[in-house]
């Protein structure tokens, strides 16, 4: 199985909600990362996790909170978005926790804020 | 900032043409990946080349780079309708450990039927 699986595929939130997104894979991988695209832009890294440890934080804001409560599970809890948060949230794996491996990528969340 | 930059932004064809993508990037890296993305939905990784090859192919594709001028290309031959979507070099940031991607901006290929 070489699937990275997200859900929800598409998502609309008010700026008060709290709601998250799910990422799952189960190729053993021990590395997962969420980045975010917006329209015609290339995709840009959020949060590195490494053996569900989080590695880097590219300085995104606190109303992104990742977790990842295993080694096949990383969800994104968002809290208090703004409408410039909408976006496509990519979610992607690799074997090991470094650039120098395939990533494998989800389909990704459309977000909505309104 | 982006590391990779790719040249052209928006490529049309026809099919059965060669399509030829180009990156640039600023800094030292380990390796150069590219990746295709159909509709704003997950990206595909196309082939991996490490900074100390200078070519590989997979199937149609042929990926060249040159460290010394920080460039890659992405070259598909024998284009089809399928291969209309955008491609991505992406680059780690040339630091050991743990680490993601730096993507281009990308080029937007239409295969023309």
């Known amino acids: 199985d070489t699937e990275v699986t997200q859900t929800p595929k598409h998502l609309v939130m008010g700026m008060t909600n709290k709601k998250s997104l799910k990422c799952e894979q189960h190729m053993g991988h021990r590395a997962m990362y969420w980045y975010k695209q917006k329209a015609k832009k290339p995709p840009e890294l959020m949060f590195v996790y490494s053996y569900e440890k989080l590695s880097i934080n590219e300085s995104v804001p606190s109303r992104f909170s990742p977790e990842c409560p295993n080694s096949s599970l990383l969800n994104l809890h968002l809290h208090a978005l703004q409408p410039e948060d909408s976006a496509l949230y990519l979610c992607?794996?690799?074997?090991?926790?470094?650039?120098?491996?395939?990533?494998?990528f989800g389909p990704g969340t459309r977000l909505t804020v309104t | 900032s982006q590391q990779g930059e790719e040249d052209p932004q928006a490529l049309s064809i026809q099919e059965g043409e060669n399509a030829t993508m180009n990156c640039s990037y600023k800094?030292?890296?380990?390796?150069l990946q590219w990746y295709r993305q159909n509709s704003g939905r997950g990206l595909v990784h196309l082939i991996l080349?490490?900074?100390?090859?200078r070519e590989k192919h997979s199937g149609r594709l042929r990926v060249t780079l040159d460290t010394s001028k920080k460039s890659s290309s992405l070259l598909i031959t024998a284009s089809r309708a399928a291969d209309t979507a955008s491609y991505f070099c992406a680059t780690d940031r040339g630091r050991g450990g743990a680490d993601g991607l730096t993507f281009g901006k990308g080029t937007h290929l239409i295969i023309q039927p």
């Open positions: 080349i490490r900074s100390n090859e």
């Open positions: 992607a794996s690799s074997q090991v926790p470094t650039a120098n491996y395939e990533q494998y």
């Open positions: 800094t030292s890296i380990n390796n």
